[in-house]
């Protein structure tokens, strides 16, 4: 992975450098029983799982600390807390009938997807529900009236085929247009979310997007109060971090042409930029 350099700006060095918590997931794994590396909004909370045995957990939890604190410095991020901890064990105590169903309901749903891809149909997402059965689909907006028909029928005769009962078939419509867009930006956005969650300097508090309607809405919610003198410098610094990135060479291809707009929030819910 590049390091960021202290030439390029905040926000390009990031998505430069790769997100933070793979960069650190990947380091420490190369030498020590990992689980995972998650982030706390909330509390701004950085949370290493260690596998192993007690004793292993106590020998390495330091260094696997320090390690984490090393990248995190070398991006100068000073507003998240680290936390190492010991995996806990996550098996829950699942009764038989439960673990049947689960299986039947992974083949119903397997047998479903490949019948549809035999069709040429092409399914998003599937999913299944008991009390009340019901299987949903996600598909493309494209598709007509008739071939939704078609879909469902095609279900339909999969859930008559192995007797399963009365099942309610919904399918929703995606938006393919939208939705390449979203997943275009998402790199962008997450890197300006890391970026501003990140560093003290910008007193965040929390993030979040909106493509619906558009333009795409990014927003910053920080804790100053909109009373502050000091606010609608924030607000402003807030969103010329932002706006640099978004406009800078570096990610062109991701936002193209796209409307957007940058609004950032002071503690009391009101626009400071």
Same mark, same amino acid.
């Given at each position: 992975?590049?390091?960021?350099?202290?030439?390029?700006? =905040?926000?390009?060095?990031?998505?430069?450098?790769?997100?933070? &918590?793979?960069?650190?997931?990947?380091?420490?794994?190369? $030498?020590?029983?990992?689980?995972?590396?998650?982030?706390?909004?909330?509390?701004?909370?950085?949370?290493?799982?260690?596998?192993?045995?007690?004793?292993?957990? %106590?020998?390495?939890?330091?260094?696997?600390?320090?390690?984490?604190?090393?990248?995190?410095?070398?991006? $100068? =991020?000073?507003?998240?807390?680290?936390?190492?901890?010991?995996?806990?064990?996550?098996?829950?105590?699942?009764?038989?009938?439960?673990?049947?169903?689960?299986?039947?309901?992974? %083949?119903? /749903?397997?047998?479903?997807?490949?019948?549809?891809?035999?069709?040429?149909?092409?399914?998003?997402?599937?999913?299944?529900?008991?009390?009340?059965?019901?299987?949903?689909?996600?598909?493309?907006?494209?598709?007509?009236?008739?071939? /939704?028909?078609?879909?469902? %029928?095609?279900?339909?005769?999969?859930?008559?085929?192995?007797?399963?009962?009365?099942?309610?078939?919904?399918? $929703? %419509?995606? $938006?393919?247009?939208?939705?390449?867009?979203?997943?275009?930006?998402?790199?962008?956005?997450?890197t300006i979310f890391e970026?501003?969650?990140?560093?003290?300097? =910008?007193?965040?508090?929390?993030?979040?997007?909106?493509?619906?309607? /558009?333009?795409?809405?990014?927003?910053?919610?920080?804790?100053?109060?909109?009373?502050?003198?000091?606010?609608?410098? &924030?607000?402003?610094?807030?969103?010329?971090?932002?706006?640099?990135?978004?406009?800078?060479?570096?990610?062109?291809?991701?936002?193209?042409?796209d409307p957007y707009r940058?609004?950032?929030?002071?503690?009391?819910?009101?626009k400071i930029n």
């Open positions: 992975m590049p390091t960021a350099s202290s030439n390029t700006p =905040y926000l390009i060095s990031i998505f430069e450098s790769g997100p933070v &918590l793979e960069v650190i997931s990947e380091k420490l794994r190369e $030498n020590y029983n990992v689980n995972g590396v998650g982030f706390r909004v909330r509390n701004k909370t950085m949370i290493i799982s260690v596998d192993g045995s007690t004793k292993y957990y %106590k020998n390495v939890k330091d260094e696997v600390k320090h390690i984490a604190e090393e990248v995190l410095q070398s991006r $100068n =991020y000073d507003a998240y807390t680290l936390k190492v901890e010991r995996s806990k064990s996550r098996m829950p105590d699942v009764d038989e009938e439960t673990k049947k169903r689960s299986r039947e309901d992974g %083949k119903m /749903l397997e047998t479903i997807d490949n019948t549809l891809k035999k069709h040429d149909y092409n399914v998003l997402s599937l999913g299944i529900k008991s009390k009340p059965n019901s299987i949903s689909l996600k598909v493309p907006d494209t598709y007509s009236k008739k071939e /939704l028909n078609e879909i469902r %029928k095609l279900v339909n005769d999969i859930i008559q085929q192995k007797n399963l009962g009365k099942f309610s078939i919904k399918i $929703n %419509k995606v $938006n393919m247009e939208k939705r390449a867009q979203e997943q275009r930006w998402m790199p962008v956005i997450d970026g501003i969650l990140a560093r003290k300097e =910008y007193k965040a508090t929390g993030a979040g997007y909106s493509f619906h309607p /558009l333009p795409l809405k990014i927003e910053i919610r920080t804790s100053i109060q909109s009373s502050n003198p000091h606010a609608k410098e &924030l607000g402003h610094k807030i969103e010329r971090t932002i706006q640099n990135f978004i406009q800078s060479e570096k990610v062109e291809e991701y936002v193209k042409d940058i609004v950032v929030l002071s503690k009391d819910k009101k």
